[in-house]
Protein backbone atom coordinates (compact mmCIF):
# COMPACT_ATOMS: atom_id res chain seq x y z
CA UNK A 1 0.00 0.00 0.00
CA UNK A 2 2.83 1.98 1.07
CA UNK A 3 4.60 1.87 -2.43
CA UNK A 4 1.47 2.09 -4.59
CA UNK A 5 0.52 5.48 -2.69
CA UNK A 6 4.52 6.56 -2.86
CA UNK A 7 4.31 5.53 -6.64
CA UNK A 8 1.47 7.40 -7.18
CA UNK A 9 2.95 10.69 -5.39
CA UNK A 10 6.43 10.25 -7.65
CA UNK A 11 4.25 9.86 -10.92
CA UNK A 12 2.36 12.89 -10.09
CA UNK A 13 5.45 15.21 -9.06
CA UNK A 14 6.99 14.42 -12.45
CA UNK A 15 3.80 15.41 -13.68
CA UNK A 16 3.57 18.46 -12.40
CA UNK A 17 7.65 19.44 -12.50
CA UNK A 18 7.18 19.18 -16.23
CA UNK A 19 4.42 21.03 -16.79
CA UNK A 20 5.93 23.59 -14.53
CA UNK A 21 9.39 23.40 -16.19
CA UNK A 22 7.54 24.13 -19.26
CA UNK A 23 6.09 27.16 -18.41
CA UNK A 24 9.29 28.77 -16.75
CA UNK A 25 10.01 30.25 -20.28
CA UNK A 26 6.46 31.95 -20.52
CA UNK A 27 6.87 33.33 -17.38
CA UNK A 28 10.51 34.89 -17.59
CA UNK A 29 8.72 36.16 -20.37
CA UNK A 30 6.38 37.63 -18.94
CA UNK A 31 8.35 38.78 -16.20
CA UNK A 32 10.85 40.73 -18.68
CA UNK A 33 7.58 42.25 -20.09
CA UNK A 34 6.65 43.68 -16.29
CA UNK A 35 10.04 45.15 -16.08
CA UNK A 36 9.52 47.48 -19.00
CA UNK A 37 8.46 51.06 -17.70
CA UNK A 38 4.98 51.53 -16.91
CA UNK A 39 3.05 53.03 -20.36
CA UNK A 40 1.20 55.53 -19.70
CA UNK A 41 -1.86 55.77 -17.82
CA UNK A 42 -0.83 53.21 -15.09
CA UNK A 43 -2.00 53.87 -12.05
CA UNK A 44 0.05 56.56 -10.37
CA UNK A 45 1.93 56.85 -7.55
CA UNK A 46 3.45 53.16 -8.56
CA UNK A 47 3.35 50.11 -6.33
CA UNK A 48 6.38 49.90 -4.63
CA UNK A 49 8.03 46.12 -3.43
CA UNK A 50 7.99 45.39 -7.06
CA UNK A 51 11.40 43.63 -7.76
CA UNK A 52 13.18 41.97 -11.73
CA UNK A 53 11.99 38.31 -12.41
CA UNK A 54 8.21 38.93 -11.07
CA UNK A 55 9.67 38.95 -7.50
CA UNK A 56 7.34 40.48 -4.79
CA UNK A 57 9.07 41.72 -0.93
CA UNK A 58 7.07 43.76 1.49
CA UNK A 59 8.86 44.08 5.07
CA UNK A 60 12.02 44.53 6.60
CA UNK A 61 15.01 42.12 4.53
CA UNK A 62 12.17 40.19 3.16
CA UNK A 63 14.14 38.31 0.31
CA UNK A 64 17.39 39.70 1.50
CA UNK A 65 19.22 37.11 -0.22
CA UNK A 66 17.19 36.51 -3.83
CA UNK A 67 20.03 35.96 -6.64
CA UNK A 68 17.87 34.18 -9.66
CA UNK A 69 14.83 33.38 -7.99
CA UNK A 70 11.75 34.47 -10.00
CA UNK A 71 7.84 35.03 -9.14
CA UNK A 72 8.38 35.06 -5.10
CA UNK A 73 6.47 37.10 -3.09
CA UNK A 74 7.20 37.51 0.31
CA UNK A 75 5.39 39.97 2.52
CA UNK A 76 5.97 40.03 6.28
CA UNK A 77 10.10 40.81 8.16
CA UNK A 78 12.47 38.54 6.49
CA UNK A 79 9.84 36.69 4.99
CA UNK A 80 12.11 34.32 1.93
CA UNK A 81 15.07 35.41 4.04
CA UNK A 82 17.20 32.91 2.56
CA UNK A 83 15.60 32.01 -0.81
CA UNK A 84 18.42 32.54 -3.90
CA UNK A 85 17.17 30.10 -6.97
CA UNK A 86 14.25 29.33 -5.32
CA UNK A 87 11.38 30.38 -7.49
CA UNK A 88 7.04 30.69 -7.47
CA UNK A 89 7.43 30.66 -3.73
CA UNK A 90 4.52 32.77 -1.72
CA UNK A 91 5.76 33.61 2.06
CA UNK A 92 3.29 36.31 4.00
CA UNK A 93 3.64 36.61 7.58
CA UNK A 94 6.69 37.59 10.30
CA UNK A 95 9.71 35.20 8.77
CA UNK A 96 7.23 32.80 6.76
CA UNK A 97 9.75 30.25 4.34
CA UNK A 98 12.66 32.03 6.40
CA UNK A 99 14.99 29.23 5.31
CA UNK A 100 14.20 28.92 1.84
CA UNK A 101 17.12 28.73 -0.21
CA UNK A 102 16.22 27.15 -3.40
CA UNK A 103 12.80 25.35 -2.86
CA UNK A 104 9.74 25.94 -4.97
CA UNK A 105 6.12 26.30 -5.14
CA UNK A 106 5.93 27.21 -1.17
CA UNK A 107 3.13 28.70 -0.02
CA UNK A 108 2.94 29.77 3.78
CA UNK A 109 0.62 31.56 5.40
CA UNK A 110 1.92 33.15 8.53
CA UNK A 111 4.45 33.85 11.17
CA UNK A 112 7.28 31.12 10.94
CA UNK A 113 5.29 28.96 8.44
CA UNK A 114 7.41 26.61 6.45
CA UNK A 115 10.35 28.34 8.60
CA UNK A 116 12.92 25.57 8.23
CA UNK A 117 11.96 24.69 4.39
CA UNK A 118 15.10 24.59 2.57
CA UNK A 119 14.66 22.64 -1.16
CA UNK A 120 11.55 20.64 -0.99
CA UNK A 121 8.51 21.76 -3.16
CA UNK A 122 4.49 22.15 -3.50
CA UNK A 123 3.96 22.74 0.71
CA UNK A 124 1.40 24.42 1.36
CA UNK A 125 1.27 26.21 5.13
CA UNK A 126 -1.54 28.49 6.46
CA UNK A 127 -1.37 29.18 10.13
CA UNK A 128 1.20 30.43 12.94
CA UNK A 129 4.38 27.95 12.54
CA UNK A 130 2.47 25.58 10.52
CA UNK A 131 5.51 23.32 9.04
CA UNK A 132 7.84 24.74 11.08
CA UNK A 133 10.43 22.30 11.19
CA UNK A 134 9.92 21.14 7.72
CA UNK A 135 13.22 21.17 5.68
CA UNK A 136 13.06 19.00 2.59
CA UNK A 137 9.43 17.40 2.47
CA UNK A 138 7.46 17.72 -0.42
CA UNK A 139 3.41 17.76 -1.12
CA UNK A 140 2.60 18.83 2.29
CA UNK A 141 -0.51 20.79 3.53
CA UNK A 142 -0.84 22.22 6.67
CA UNK A 143 -3.88 24.66 8.12
CA UNK A 144 -3.96 25.43 11.59
CA UNK A 145 -1.26 27.05 14.29
CA UNK A 146 1.71 24.41 14.29
CA UNK A 147 -0.51 22.06 12.16
CA UNK A 148 2.92 19.36 11.01
CA UNK A 149 5.06 21.43 13.28
CA UNK A 150 7.66 18.71 13.43
CA UNK A 151 7.59 17.42 10.44
CA UNK A 152 11.28 17.61 8.88
CA UNK A 153 11.23 15.61 5.66
CA UNK A 154 7.91 13.69 6.11
CA UNK A 155 5.96 14.28 2.39
CA UNK A 156 2.37 13.98 1.07
CA UNK A 157 0.75 15.37 4.49
CA UNK A 158 -2.32 17.24 5.28
CA UNK A 159 -3.06 18.80 8.65
CA UNK A 160 -5.89 21.02 8.65
CA UNK A 161 -6.68 22.21 12.36
CA UNK A 162 -4.24 23.53 15.53
CA UNK A 163 -1.84 21.08 16.51
CA UNK A 164 -2.82 18.28 13.73
CA UNK A 165 -0.23 16.12 12.87
CA UNK A 166 2.15 18.29 14.89
CA UNK A 167 5.21 15.52 16.08
CA UNK A 168 4.79 13.73 12.57
CA UNK A 169 7.33 12.72 10.25
CA UNK A 170 6.63 10.18 8.02
CA UNK A 171 4.39 10.34 4.74
CA UNK A 172 0.94 10.17 3.53
CA UNK A 173 -1.11 11.18 6.76
CA UNK A 174 -4.38 13.31 6.74
CA UNK A 175 -5.58 15.05 9.63
CA UNK A 176 -8.62 17.15 10.02
CA UNK A 177 -9.57 18.54 13.29
CA UNK A 178 -8.27 19.92 16.81
CA UNK A 179 -4.85 17.90 17.24
CA UNK A 180 -5.82 15.33 15.02
CA UNK A 181 -3.00 12.63 14.91
CA UNK A 182 -0.91 14.97 17.17
CA UNK A 183 1.65 12.27 18.51
CA UNK A 184 1.98 10.74 15.39
CA UNK A 185 6.39 10.09 14.37
CA UNK A 186 6.56 7.38 11.59
CA UNK A 187 3.22 5.81 11.18
CA UNK A 188 1.76 6.40 7.14
CA UNK A 189 -1.44 6.52 5.50
CA UNK A 190 -3.38 7.54 8.36
CA UNK A 191 -6.19 9.16 8.06
CA UNK A 192 -8.02 11.40 11.47
CA UNK A 193 -11.14 13.34 10.61
CA UNK A 194 -12.32 14.66 14.59
CA UNK A 195 -11.43 16.53 17.27
CA UNK A 196 -8.50 14.46 18.71
CA UNK A 197 -9.07 11.89 16.48
CA UNK A 198 -5.89 9.60 16.71
CA UNK A 199 -4.29 11.77 19.13
CA UNK A 200 -1.45 9.24 20.65
CA UNK A 201 -0.58 7.39 17.27
CA UNK A 202 2.85 7.17 17.06
CA UNK A 203 3.83 4.69 14.26
CA UNK A 204 0.69 2.92 13.16
CA UNK A 205 0.24 2.47 9.91
CA UNK A 206 -3.04 2.80 7.44
CA UNK A 207 -5.85 3.95 10.46
CA UNK A 208 -8.90 5.48 9.22
CA UNK A 209 -10.41 7.45 12.32
CA UNK A 210 -13.29 9.59 11.61
CA UNK A 211 -14.77 11.42 14.85
CA UNK A 212 -14.17 13.53 17.78
CA UNK A 213 -11.41 10.86 20.27
CA UNK A 214 -12.07 7.91 17.77
CA UNK A 215 -9.04 5.95 18.04
CA UNK A 216 -7.43 8.78 20.47
CA UNK A 217 -5.01 5.99 22.10
CA UNK A 218 -4.21 4.39 19.44
CA UNK A 219 -0.18 4.07 19.47
CA UNK A 220 1.21 1.05 17.28
CA UNK A 221 -1.73 -0.47 16.10
CA UNK A 222 -2.20 -0.36 12.25
CA UNK A 223 -5.05 -0.86 9.68
CA UNK A 224 -8.00 0.09 11.89
CA UNK A 225 -10.96 2.02 11.27
CA UNK A 226 -13.19 3.64 13.70
CA UNK A 227 -16.18 6.10 12.33
CA UNK A 228 -17.54 7.40 15.31
CA UNK A 229 -17.42 9.85 18.47
CA UNK A 230 -14.85 8.01 20.65
CA UNK A 231 -14.81 4.81 18.56
CA UNK A 232 -12.02 2.38 19.39
CA UNK A 233 -10.78 5.17 21.83
CA UNK A 234 -8.92 2.78 23.74
CA UNK A 235 -7.09 0.96 21.34
CA UNK A 236 -3.42 0.58 21.76
CA UNK A 237 -1.48 -1.54 19.64
CA UNK A 238 -4.08 -4.02 18.45
CA UNK A 239 -4.44 -4.24 14.74
CA UNK A 240 -7.05 -4.81 11.90
CA UNK A 241 -10.15 -3.74 13.73
CA UNK A 242 -13.24 -2.10 12.03
CA UNK A 243 -16.01 0.09 14.28
CA UNK A 244 -18.81 2.56 13.22
CA UNK A 245 -20.63 4.27 15.70
CA UNK A 246 -20.32 5.97 18.63
CA UNK A 247 -18.36 4.81 20.89
CA UNK A 248 -17.99 1.26 19.18
CA UNK A 249 -15.22 -1.00 20.47
CA UNK A 250 -14.46 2.24 23.03
CA UNK A 251 -12.46 -0.17 25.05
CA UNK A 252 -10.87 -2.84 23.05
CA UNK A 253 -7.17 -3.26 23.84
CA UNK A 254 -7.17 -1.00 26.77
CA UNK A 255 -5.25 -3.36 28.16
CA UNK A 256 -2.34 -2.74 26.04
CA UNK A 257 -1.87 -6.84 25.33
CA UNK A 258 -2.30 -6.42 21.41
CA UNK A 259 -4.82 -9.51 21.67
CA UNK A 260 -7.94 -7.70 20.35
CA UNK A 261 -7.54 -7.81 16.50
CA UNK A 262 -10.00 -8.80 13.64
CA UNK A 263 -13.18 -7.32 15.23
CA UNK A 264 -15.97 -5.74 13.52
CA UNK A 265 -18.54 -3.36 15.41
CA UNK A 266 -21.06 -1.12 13.33
CA UNK A 267 -23.68 0.28 15.91
CA UNK A 268 -23.46 2.79 19.32
CA UNK A 269 -22.19 0.74 21.49
CA UNK A 270 -21.17 -2.05 19.58
CA UNK A 271 -18.77 -4.27 21.66
CA UNK A 272 -18.34 -1.49 23.81
CA UNK A 273 -16.57 -3.36 26.12
CA UNK A 274 -14.62 -5.95 24.66
CA UNK A 275 -10.74 -5.56 26.29
CA UNK A 276 -9.12 -8.56 24.75
CA UNK A 277 -11.64 -10.42 22.54
CA UNK A 278 -10.49 -10.94 19.02
CA UNK A 279 -12.15 -11.56 16.10
CA UNK A 280 -15.52 -11.31 17.16
CA UNK A 281 -18.85 -9.71 14.70
CA UNK A 282 -20.96 -7.46 15.88
CA UNK A 283 -24.01 -5.41 14.07
CA UNK A 284 -26.50 -3.08 15.74
CA UNK A 285 -26.63 -0.85 18.33
CA UNK A 286 -25.63 -2.28 22.07
CA UNK A 287 -24.59 -5.65 20.25
CA UNK A 288 -21.89 -7.83 22.47
CA UNK A 289 -22.08 -4.26 24.77
CA UNK A 290 -20.63 -5.98 27.57
CA UNK A 291 -18.35 -8.26 25.78
CA UNK A 292 -14.30 -8.08 27.59
CA UNK A 293 -12.43 -11.16 26.61
CA UNK A 294 -15.08 -13.44 24.67
CA UNK A 295 -13.90 -14.04 20.93
CA UNK A 296 -15.14 -15.21 17.56
CA UNK A 297 -18.78 -14.55 18.40
CA UNK A 298 -21.28 -13.21 15.93
CA UNK A 299 -24.24 -10.98 16.99
CA UNK A 300 -26.53 -9.43 14.69
CA UNK A 301 -29.08 -6.97 16.12
CA UNK A 302 -30.12 -4.47 18.62
CA UNK A 303 -28.95 -5.94 22.27
CA UNK A 304 -27.41 -9.15 20.04
CA UNK A 305 -25.16 -11.16 22.50
CA UNK A 306 -25.90 -7.78 24.98
CA UNK A 307 -24.88 -9.95 28.20
CA UNK A 308 -22.12 -11.74 27.11
CA UNK A 309 -18.41 -11.66 28.77
CA UNK A 310 -15.69 -14.26 28.15
CA UNK A 311 -18.42 -16.77 26.36
CA UNK A 312 -16.55 -17.62 22.90
CA UNK A 313 -17.46 -18.86 19.42
CA UNK A 314 -21.46 -17.69 19.71
CA UNK A 315 -23.58 -16.73 16.90
CA UNK A 316 -26.95 -14.44 17.53
CA UNK A 317 -28.85 -13.25 14.61
CA UNK A 318 -32.29 -10.91 15.38
CA UNK A 319 -32.93 -8.47 17.80
CA UNK A 320 -31.93 -9.23 21.65
CA UNK A 321 -30.81 -12.65 20.40
CA UNK A 322 -28.97 -14.49 23.12
CA UNK A 323 -28.65 -11.35 25.27
CA UNK A 324 -28.96 -13.62 28.27
CA UNK A 325 -25.61 -15.47 27.43
CA UNK A 326 -22.81 -14.83 29.56
CA UNK A 327 -20.37 -16.87 29.64
CA UNK A 328 -21.38 -19.71 27.30
CA UNK A 329 -19.70 -21.31 24.34
CA UNK A 330 -20.81 -21.91 20.49
CA UNK A 331 -24.24 -21.16 21.29
CA UNK A 332 -26.18 -20.87 17.81
CA UNK A 333 -29.66 -18.88 18.36
CA UNK A 334 -31.82 -17.40 15.39
CA UNK A 335 -34.62 -14.64 15.82
CA UNK A 336 -36.01 -11.80 17.99
CA UNK A 337 -35.60 -13.05 21.38
CA UNK A 338 -34.21 -16.21 20.88
CA UNK A 339 -32.30 -18.04 22.96
CA UNK A 340 -33.56 -15.75 26.43
CA UNK A 341 -32.56 -18.07 29.74
CA UNK A 342 -28.97 -19.71 28.11
CA UNK A 343 -26.64 -18.46 30.33
CA UNK A 344 -24.14 -20.39 31.16
CA UNK A 345 -25.08 -23.22 28.83
CA UNK A 346 -22.49 -24.42 25.75
CA UNK A 347 -23.13 -25.77 22.40
CA UNK A 348 -27.07 -25.20 22.50
CA UNK A 349 -28.80 -24.58 19.17
CA UNK A 350 -32.55 -21.90 19.71
CA UNK A 351 -34.57 -21.33 16.39
CA UNK A 352 -37.88 -19.03 17.05
CA UNK A 353 -37.53 -19.58 20.78
CA UNK A 354 -36.57 -19.10 23.92
CA UNK A 355 -34.61 -20.92 26.10
CA UNK A 356 -37.30 -22.53 29.10
CA UNK A 357 -37.46 -25.34 31.23
CA UNK A 358 -35.71 -27.79 32.46
CA UNK A 359 -33.07 -27.68 30.07
CA UNK A 360 -32.87 -24.16 29.89
CA UNK A 361 -29.05 -23.97 30.95
CA UNK A 362 -27.89 -27.68 29.72
CA UNK A 363 -25.40 -27.81 27.53
CA UNK A 364 -26.01 -29.66 24.19
CA UNK A 365 -30.53 -28.35 24.04
CA UNK A 366 -32.00 -27.91 20.62
CA UNK A 367 -35.06 -25.08 20.82
CA UNK A 368 -37.30 -24.86 17.78
CA UNK A 369 -40.03 -23.03 18.35
CA UNK A 370 -43.86 -23.11 16.99
CA UNK A 371 -43.50 -26.72 16.70
CA UNK A 372 -44.85 -28.78 20.15
CA UNK A 373 -48.76 -29.28 19.96
CA UNK A 374 -49.04 -28.12 16.12
CA UNK A 375 -50.07 -30.65 13.82
CA UNK A 376 -49.00 -31.25 10.13
CA UNK A 377 -50.18 -30.05 7.00
CA UNK A 378 -50.60 -33.59 5.68
CA UNK A 379 -51.29 -36.21 8.04
CA UNK A 380 -51.49 -39.18 5.22
CA UNK A 381 -47.93 -37.98 4.42
CA UNK A 382 -46.71 -37.68 7.97
CA UNK A 383 -43.31 -39.42 9.40
CA UNK A 384 -41.66 -39.94 12.47
CA UNK A 385 -38.28 -37.72 12.78
CA UNK A 386 -34.78 -38.86 14.36
CA UNK A 387 -31.49 -37.73 14.60
CA UNK A 388 -28.43 -39.73 14.56
CA UNK A 389 -24.78 -39.16 16.17
CA UNK A 390 -24.04 -36.65 14.23
CA UNK A 391 -26.78 -34.59 14.45
CA UNK A 392 -28.50 -35.41 10.78
CA UNK A 393 -32.12 -34.88 11.06
CA UNK A 394 -34.20 -37.57 9.28
CA UNK A 395 -36.93 -39.87 8.87
CA UNK A 396 -36.08 -43.92 9.19
CA UNK A 397 -35.33 -45.28 5.38
CA UNK A 398 -37.55 -48.28 5.02
CA UNK A 399 -37.25 -48.71 1.20
CA UNK A 400 -36.05 -52.05 -0.19
CA UNK A 401 -33.50 -49.29 -2.42
CA UNK A 402 -31.56 -48.36 0.94
CA UNK A 403 -31.21 -52.02 1.67
CA UNK A 404 -29.18 -55.11 1.53
CA UNK A 405 -28.39 -58.75 2.91
CA UNK A 406 -32.39 -58.85 3.43
CA UNK A 407 -33.49 -61.64 5.52
CA UNK A 408 -36.13 -63.24 7.18
CA UNK A 409 -36.06 -62.14 11.19
CA UNK A 410 -36.59 -65.94 12.14
CA UNK A 411 -35.94 -66.48 15.57
CA UNK A 412 -33.39 -63.29 15.99
CA UNK A 413 -36.55 -61.65 17.15
CA UNK A 414 -37.22 -64.17 20.48
CA UNK A 415 -34.84 -62.01 22.51
CA UNK A 416 -37.41 -60.09 23.36
CA UNK A 417 -38.62 -62.42 25.37
CA UNK A 418 -35.67 -61.81 27.77
CA UNK A 419 -36.52 -58.03 27.99
CA UNK A 420 -37.73 -56.78 31.32
CA UNK A 421 -40.29 -53.76 31.05
CA UNK A 422 -40.58 -51.23 33.93
CA UNK A 423 -42.53 -48.19 35.09
CA UNK A 424 -40.29 -45.28 36.05
CA UNK A 425 -39.86 -41.83 36.24
CA UNK A 426 -37.10 -39.51 34.62
CA UNK A 427 -34.81 -37.41 37.32
CA UNK A 428 -35.41 -34.34 35.22
CA UNK A 429 -39.05 -34.43 35.27
CA UNK A 430 -40.42 -32.15 38.07
CA UNK A 431 -44.25 -33.55 37.29
CA UNK A 432 -42.96 -36.96 38.52
CA UNK A 433 -45.20 -38.62 35.64
CA UNK A 434 -44.98 -42.05 35.59
CA UNK A 435 -43.14 -43.69 32.46
CA UNK A 436 -43.02 -46.96 30.70
CA UNK A 437 -40.11 -48.67 28.76
CA UNK A 438 -36.67 -50.20 29.29
CA UNK A 439 -33.39 -49.81 30.61
CA UNK A 440 -31.20 -49.41 28.13
CA UNK A 441 -28.17 -51.24 30.37
CA UNK A 442 -30.61 -54.08 30.71
CA UNK A 443 -31.68 -54.71 27.04
CA UNK A 444 -27.76 -53.82 26.25
CA UNK A 445 -26.79 -57.17 28.01
CA UNK A 446 -29.44 -59.48 26.17
CA UNK A 447 -28.70 -57.26 22.43
CA UNK A 448 -26.01 -54.87 22.35
CA UNK A 449 -27.47 -54.06 19.16
CA UNK A 450 -30.99 -53.03 20.52
CA UNK A 451 -29.22 -49.54 22.43
CA UNK A 452 -27.58 -46.72 21.34
CA UNK A 453 -24.10 -44.97 22.86
CA UNK A 454 -23.00 -41.06 22.65
CA UNK A 455 -19.15 -40.64 24.40
CA UNK A 456 -18.74 -44.09 25.10
CA UNK A 457 -21.69 -44.23 27.31
CA UNK A 458 -25.21 -46.04 26.81
CA UNK A 459 -27.98 -43.35 25.69
CA UNK A 460 -31.46 -45.36 25.10
CA UNK A 461 -33.13 -47.87 23.21
CA UNK A 462 -34.06 -48.60 20.03
CA UNK A 463 -37.41 -49.13 20.38
CA UNK A 464 -38.32 -48.73 16.82
CA UNK A 465 -36.44 -51.85 16.31
CA UNK A 466 -38.17 -53.52 19.13
CA UNK A 467 -41.32 -52.67 17.42
CA UNK A 468 -40.49 -55.12 14.20
CA UNK A 469 -39.52 -57.97 16.23
CA UNK A 470 -42.96 -57.62 18.61
CA UNK A 471 -44.53 -57.77 14.62
CA UNK A 472 -42.62 -61.06 13.97
CA UNK A 473 -43.00 -62.85 17.01
CA UNK A 474 -46.78 -61.38 16.81
CA UNK A 475 -46.79 -63.00 13.31
CA UNK A 476 -45.04 -66.08 14.40
CA UNK A 477 -47.82 -66.98 16.91
CA UNK A 478 -50.43 -65.59 14.30
CA UNK A 479 -49.56 -68.24 12.19
CA UNK A 480 -49.61 -70.94 14.88
CA UNK A 481 -53.14 -69.40 16.10
CA UNK A 482 -54.30 -69.98 12.28
CA UNK A 483 -53.06 -74.12 12.63
CA UNK A 484 -54.56 -74.21 15.77
CA UNK A 485 -57.67 -72.28 14.31
CA UNK A 486 -58.11 -75.15 11.51
CA UNK A 487 -57.49 -78.26 13.94
CA UNK A 488 -60.04 -77.04 16.11
CA UNK A 489 -62.63 -76.67 12.97
CA UNK A 490 -62.04 -79.51 12.08
CA UNK A 491 -62.53 -80.95 15.15
CA UNK A 492 -65.92 -79.06 15.60
CA UNK A 493 -66.77 -80.88 12.11
CA UNK A 494 -66.51 -84.11 13.23
CA UNK A 495 -68.25 -83.45 16.80
CA UNK A 496 -71.07 -81.64 14.97
CA UNK A 497 -71.09 -84.98 12.56
CA UNK A 498 -70.95 -87.36 15.88
CA UNK A 499 -73.87 -85.04 17.64
CA UNK A 500 -76.09 -85.34 14.28
CA UNK A 501 -75.30 -88.99 14.21
CA UNK A 502 -75.93 -89.27 18.19
CA UNK A 503 -78.95 -87.22 17.85
CA UNK A 504 -80.81 -89.46 15.30
CA UNK A 505 -79.56 -92.49 17.17
CA UNK A 506 -81.26 -90.79 20.28
CA UNK A 507 -84.23 -90.10 17.60
CA UNK A 508 -84.43 -93.67 16.64
CA UNK A 509 -84.14 -94.98 20.10
CA UNK A 510 -86.88 -92.85 20.73
CA UNK A 511 -88.99 -94.52 18.09
CA UNK A 512 -87.76 -97.93 19.87
CA UNK A 513 -89.16 -96.75 22.89
CA UNK A 514 -92.43 -94.86 21.80
CA UNK A 515 -93.07 -98.56 19.62
CA UNK A 516 -92.26 -100.77 22.83
CA UNK A 517 -94.49 -98.54 25.08
CA UNK A 518 -97.11 -98.90 22.53
CA UNK A 519 -96.77 -103.03 22.63
CA UNK A 520 -96.37 -102.86 26.65
CA UNK A 521 -99.80 -101.40 26.54
CA UNK A 522 -101.24 -103.89 24.17
CA UNK A 523 -99.85 -106.41 26.21
CA UNK A 524 -101.18 -104.77 29.12
CA UNK A 525 -104.45 -104.30 27.74
CA UNK A 526 -104.19 -108.33 26.65
CA UNK A 527 -103.69 -109.22 29.77
CA UNK A 528 -106.32 -107.60 31.32
CA UNK A 529 -108.91 -108.89 28.63
CA UNK A 530 -107.73 -112.64 30.07
CA UNK A 531 -108.17 -112.07 33.33
CA UNK A 532 -111.62 -110.97 32.82
CA UNK A 533 -112.26 -114.07 30.69
CA UNK A 534 -111.31 -116.69 33.57
CA UNK A 535 -114.42 -118.80 35.08
CA UNK A 536 -115.97 -117.53 38.23
CA UNK A 537 -116.06 -120.76 39.50
CA UNK A 538 -113.07 -121.03 39.70
CA UNK A 539 -113.24 -117.71 41.44
CA UNK A 540 -115.50 -119.16 44.23
CA UNK A 541 -113.84 -122.16 44.59
CA UNK A 542 -110.67 -120.27 44.98
CA UNK A 543 -112.65 -117.81 47.68
CA UNK A 544 -113.42 -121.30 49.71
Known sequence: MHNVIARWFSVTRAALNAALESSFTVLLALAAWMA????????TPAPDGGYPNGNTAEGIQALQSLTTGAFNTAIGQQALFAT??????????????????????????????????????????????????????????????????????????????????????????????????????TGTTNVGVGVIALYNNTTGDTNTALGNGALFNNTTGSTNVAIGTTALFSNKIAADNNAVGAFALYHNDSSGSGLADFNNAHGRNALLNNVDGDENEAFG????????????????????????????????????AGNSIVDGNDNVVLGHNAGIGITHASRNVAIGSGASGPFADFDDTCFIGSIFGQIVSDPGSQTVVYVDQFNVVGVFNSSRRYKHDI???DKASETIYQLK???FKFNSDWKATPQYGLIAEEVEKVDPQLVTHKDGEIMSVHYEQINSMLLNEFLKEHKKVKVQQTAISELEAKSAKQAALIAQQQKDMETVVARLKEQDAKIQKVSAQIQLSKPATQVAATKR
Open 84 to 185: TTGSYNTGEGFRALFSNTTGRFYTATGANALYSATTGQRNVANGFSALFHATTGSGNVAVGATSLYNNVTGAGNTATGDNTLYNNTANYNVAYGSNALFKNT
Open 421 to 423: PVT
Open 36 to 43: LPLAAGAV
Open 285 to 320: DDAMEENTTGSRNTAMGDDALDGNTIGNGNTAMGKE
Open 407 to 409: QPM
